[in-house]
């Protein structure tokens, strides 16, 4: 099942719950979805209130669709309702990580959706979403930096993993260009920023091989070296961030 099928059968699936909007935000809004690489980043709103009846449909949904086919695995989508989608401090219930939980939608993404979301179904966000002040965006931003990627720089176990390593560099560059600037940059564009903030070019071209190309899996000396060169540059970058905009 390809992605333009897989999102087919979540909007099949998501028609008995009414939505009165479905959209995308993320790589797949942005034009750097790489298929069975990236996240499939979605919002649904759905008519409130929601009870546990519409918790059990929504899960019985995301556990049919990766029975099907192990790109739901990709598949997150948080599901607001019209009356709490202006509060950004506001947990929803959201499906990410192949389970249930509650999380706000971040300023960034209420950013990204209102710049480039894509509509797949009913209500464009700016019919639904309030805007984000330039403010609130830099202060979310300053904040993700500080309190989540400059503690993390310190658990060493987490940087042996890919996953840290592309996020925590590519965060950092994407944070980087909107308090500079004041706009969103895709994953393919933050790691163009990267070396000219300074990131250790072994680690960028590492990151875009793995995005990118077709890499070979990595020796342990490469992955033990990689975290090492990676928490160096990230720590002190991170502080300089924070100092300059916090």
Not at 115 to 125: M, S, T, Y
Not at 203 to 215: A, L, N
Request: glycine letters at 8%; proline letters at 9%; aromatic letters at 6%.
């Amino acid at each position: 099942m390809r992605t333009d099928t897989l999102l087919d059968a979540f909007r099949r699936g998501l028609a008995p719950l009414r939505p009165l909007a479905l959209w995308a935000h993320g790589s797949l809004a942005g034009g750097d979805y790489q298929e069975g690489r990236s996240d499939l980043d979605l919002i649904a709103v759905l008519p409130g209130p929601l009870g546990p009846r519409h918790a059990w449909r929504v899960a019985t949904l995301h556990h049919r669709l990766r029975a099907a086919t192990p790109l739901a695995r990709k598949l997150h989508c948080g599901y607001p309702t019209p009356d709490t989608l202006a509060d950004p401090e506001r947990a929803h219930l959201t499906w990410a990580h192949e389970g249930l939980l509650r999380r706000p939608l971040t300023p960034v993404t209420r950013r990204e959706l209102h710049a480039f979301g894509r509509v797949l179904h009913g209500e464009a966000p700016a019919a639904l979403l309030p805007p984000v002040p330039d403010r609130q965006l830099a202060g979310f931003v300053v904040r993700d930096q500080r309190d989540f990627w400059r503690p993390a720089v310190d658990k060493a176990r987490l940087w042996r993993q890919d996953v840290w390593v592309d996020l925590g560099l590519l965060t950092f560059a994407r944070a980087t260009v909107t308090l500079r600037d004041g706009r969103l940059v895709s994953k393919r564009d933050a790691l163009t920023e990267l070396p000219a903030l300074g990131a250790p070019g072994e680690v960028v071209e590492d990151i875009t091989r793995r995005r990118y190309g077709d890499p070979a899996p990595a020796r342990e000396s490469w992955i033990v070296r990689r975290a090492e060169l990676t928490r160096a540059y990230l720590g002190p970058a991170i502080d300089a961030l924070v100092a300059a905009y916090g």
